[in-house]
């Protein structure tokens, strides 16, 4: 089983709509969880990370943490097409490690 | 430095030869790695540092690859009779530290092809 595991992509979102992305992961006793944005032939950013459960918003993206289901999702609200890029969930999974998922890219529509 | 800096950007080797890729670190940043991300894939995790030790060695895929830090500063990975499943984007991040909610700046990467 992979550490970290995101829906697979692509997925395609209207300009306006909201883009919804899923990543689980295996290690029950993570505790940091990001969400890194890469651009075609760029390196990763990070846009989001969340420690506790619940909702964690910033602009318009909005990060969910469930650690009972191990479950951490990434909500973009009123996606741009600006937005459209792989997204990559991360799960600290020792002290210092952080494991990735093999990414969702997302392409928004004008 | 203000970000994490990677030399070469991009290196196109012949099978069989030997190639070295810098990583200039985040001033101060006690913690450093290296991933590789193949084409259309995630990140593969391969080394970390704390200092100039090497505590995570397991990424590496083979005896191939080596790397070293020193000054706490400066990282080296080098690829040793490189193949052409080599060829990827290495990536290099830093952090203040190893603490669990530190994050990770990474550096643009340099992209190896292996012809």
């Known amino acids: 089983q992979k550490e970290v595991e995101q829906n697979s992509g692509p997925l395609s979102v209207p300009e306006g709509a909201i883009a919804s992305l899923n990543c689980t992961y295996s290690?029950?006793?993570?505790?940091?969880f990001f969400w890194y944005r890469q651009y075609s032939g760029k390196s990763p950013e990070l846009i989001m990370s969340i420690y506790s459960n619940g909702d964690k918003e910033d602009g318009r993206f909005t990060a969910q943490l469930n650690k009972a289901s191990q479950y951490v999702s990434l909500l973009i609200r009123d996606s741009q097409p600006s937005d459209s890029a792989t997204y990559l969930c991360a799960v600290r999974v020792y002290d210092y490690k952080l494991s990735f998922g093999a990414g969702t890219t997302v392409t928004v529509r004008a | 430095g203000a970000g994490v800096s990677q030399s070469p950007s991009n290196k196109v080797t012949e099978k069989g030869k030997d190639v070295e890729l810098r990583c200039d670190p985040i001033s101060g940043h006690t913690a450093l790695y290296w991933y590789r991300q193949r084409l259309g894939q995630g990140l593969e995790f391969l080394i970390y540092f704390q200092g100039n030790s090497a505590p995570d060695k397991s990424g590496l895929p083979s005896d191939r690859f080596s790397a070293e830090r020193t000054g706490e500063s400066v990282s080296t990975l080098t690829i040793q009779r490189t193949q052409q499943e080599d060829s990827a984007v290495y990536l290099c991040a830093s952090s203040r530290d190893n603490s669990g909610a530190n994050v990770l700046t990474f550096g643009a990467g340099s992209r190896l092809t292996v012809l």
């Open positions: 290690d029950r006793g993570s505790q940091s």
